[in-house]
């Protein structure tokens, strides 16, 4: 899926707001399993499940605060996932101006060897 509104962030980028501790919420679009196993620390699961209620998801991302960042990402080489959900945050969303992909996702991420965590639940 081509999508240019949406902006690319750099994993570089991300370690480095992190480290600075600066107001950002991360949303890994990967299935729960996949999350459950790794996860960039402090990522929120919003699973974009191709049959699931998306009903739910807009749910979900109106509960987002409009304040932060919002950094999605995927296991997707072309980042295919992270595009479908900032599109959707953004159509339900208006309020939020401030969504970024992170290139090349978590894998990336792991391959700088940058840290991640597991979920117990």
Known sequence: MENVSVPRMLCEELQQMIEKDEKVVII???ATASYKDDH????INIYLNPGGDPFERQMTYMALP???ALIIYCDCVDESDSLIVAREI????YDINDIKVLELGINRWKDLGYP???SEF
């Open 28 to 30: 890994d679009t990967r």
């Open 40 to 43: 960039i620390k402090g990522a």
């Open 66 to 68: 409009a304040d932060k």
């Open 90 to 93: 953004k159509d339900a969303r």
């Open 116 to 118: 991640t965590e597991k």
